[in-house]
């Protein structure tokens, strides 16, 4: 048995020397996201890889539906079940309704190059994922990165007391009319008993 496998490495290592190579090499498609991904430097691969592995709770090496909600909600920016549906979609290239760590790449590769709907929930998660490189960036583009979070967080509580307000305002009217329909049931009784 060690010998056919001794057999095998020497019939490849001649083929390889005679440049016959391909026959010799199996053919298999790895992933390398260092060489397919070089718009990002290899510390944000690292660290994109990192925050996968994270939500990757059954680790399959897979972002399934259930661990999306999860990832989608512990960023604080929760999706609907049709929305994080449509979130795979966007970026599943193997039609196998879960995210691989390249079509996890992919939501990043497309927020760069402006492929994603402002306000979608990979936008949001594109969002919430890249951090400021100081390094990068200098101080004067971190001191801009947080002004920019700070107004969106602003904007964000400023749209929920419209929201609360709106809802107070209902309450307050449906109250008043409440008030105004017993009002004139009790005026109508008292006519009622007045004219008999």
């Keep these: 048995m060690a010998s056919d496998e001794l057999a ?17 090499l199996p053919s298999m ?3 390398n996201p260092y060489t397919e991904f070089k718009e990002f430097s290899r510390k ?3 660290d994109f890889q990192r925050t ?3 939500y990757d709770v059954s680790r399959d090496n897979f972002i399934d539906f259930h661990e999306l909600k999860l990832m989608m909600e512990k960023i604080g920016a929760p999706q609907t079940h049709l929305s994080l549906k449509a979130m795979i979609k966007e970026v599943d ?5 879960k995210i691989n760590f390249r079509e996890f790449l992919l939501i990043f590769r497309k927020a760069n190059a402006g492929e994603l709907e402002a306000g979608s ?6 969002e919430n994922m890249t951090e400021i490189d100081v390094d990068k960036e200098g101080v004067k583009g971190a001191k801009n990165f947080f002004q920019a979070k700070i107004e969106q ?24 009319k ?12 008292f006519f009622k008993q007045a004219a008999s």
């Design 8 to 24: 095998r490495k020497l019939n490849r290592r001649n083929e390889i020397n005679e440049g016959d190579e391909t026959a010799a």
């Design 29 to 31: 498609n790895v992933f």
């Design 178 to 189: 409440k008030e105004r329909q017993k009002a004139f049931k009790e005026k109508a009784n």
């Design 52 to 54: 996968f592995n994270k």
């Design 121 to 126: 929930g990979l936008m949001a998660l594109f």
């Design 153 to 176: 967080q602003t904007a964000s509580k400023k749209f929920e007391e419209e929201i609360k307000q709106e809802q107070e305002e209902k309450k307050r009217e449906l109250e008043e």
């Design 44 to 46: 944000q691969i690292k």
């Design 93 to 97: 290239e193997d039609y196998d309704d």
